[in-house]
């Protein structure tokens, strides 16, 4: 037993990011430096596959030592490369809290959508037309009308989000979108929402942090990467459970569900499979670095 605790206190974890002084890198650094484990920052992008008999991955030229446990932090501009990593570590066996199968999913919106729906989870109504529709009053009609959001695939942290109010506002962005071969999907605006989305950050099998995030002044995306404030909240039972199945379906350890608070009951936005710590950590004053070390202990222990 003591020689078993002692290993669970001295694993070498690999965190996969290209940014070191990020302040999510380094704080789950910290936590895990904290709670007696070894740790190596992984650039992803710089790691080379070598798939076949007694496959490995190779990093700055040399074969890298086997972890026990990967903690990605993916961008969204290196999602392809950086699910192979990850799916190059499961296929040796190593534990990662988020899936390559799950990272997938999350970044692409649709199939994201398509997922949740499939597993009874609501979501804001959605519409993905075909190649250069241009039958916009249609398109409308799916999605209840103006205002409506215009959404890339795989945009993250409000980037690539556009609120249309008028259906002339409408026609200029899918036109343009249109015109560049853009993916694009419509969405329904929850008006009742006015601005604000509820951030819950998801560790394992059980809700560690969540706050009521608000849009600035004039803008309707509440991401605190864009001027968003937030505040600490007490979820209702049925929020709970809802962000916890979401990350579950989703197949991700780890995971930042968005939800929006709508007269109909909670509806998932979004599930980000790289939740930032910085502005949750921030506003409710939780250790969610130390929380998602513990979890991977717990994992490893089972």
Not at 53 to 69: A, M, N, R
Not at 103 to 131: G, W
Not at 140 to 146: L, P
């Amino acid at each position: 037993m003591k020689l078993h605790f002692q290993l669970l206190r001295n694993m070498l974890i690999y965190i996969l990011s290209r940014n070191r002084n990020s302040y999510s890198t380094s704080r789950l650094q910290e936590a895990a430096l904290g709670r007696g484990h070894r740790v190596r920052i992984v650039d992803h992008s710089r790691c080379e596959l070598k798939i076949g008999t007694g496959s490995h991955i190779y990093y700055q030229g040399k074969k890298l030592e086997t972890p026990d446990y990967v903690i990605p932090r993916i961008g969204a501009s290196l999602t392809f490369r950086g699910s192979n990593v990850v799916r190059q570590f499961e296929m040796m066996n190593v534990k990662t809290i988020i899936t390559a199968n799950g990272l997938l999913k999350s970044r692409d919106k649709l199939r994201a959508s398509q997922n949740m729906v499939h597993n009874d989870i609501e979501v804001p109504k959605t519409y993905f037309p075909c190649l250069h529709n241009s039958d916009i009053s249609y398109m409308m009609d799916q999605v209840n009308g103006v205002p409506l959001i215009i959404k890339h695939l795989e945009s993250t942290q409000g980037l690539g989000v556009f609120l249309a109010e008028t259906e002339t506002e409408a026609r200029k962005y899918l036109d343009e979108f249109n015109k560049n071969d853009v993916k694009y999907l419509i969405q329904e605006y929850i008006s009742e929402s006015k601005g604000k989305d509820v951030r819950v950050f998801v560790v394992g099998d059980r809700v560690v942090a969540a706050m009521k995030r608000t849009a600035p002044e004039g803008e309707f995306r509440s991401n605190i990467h864009r001027g968003g404030t937030g505040q600490s909240i007490e979820l209702t039972k049925e929020e709970e459970e809802l962000a916890v199945k979401t990350a579950k379906v989703m197949n991700l350890g780890m995971a930042g569900v968005d939800l929006l608070q709508s007269d109909r009951g909670p509806l998932v936005l979004e599930v980000n499979s790289s939740p930032g710590l910085e502005g949750i950590e921030k506003y409710t004053k939780v250790d969610i670095a130390d929380a998602i070390i513990s979890h991977m202990e717990n994992t490893v222990k089972k």
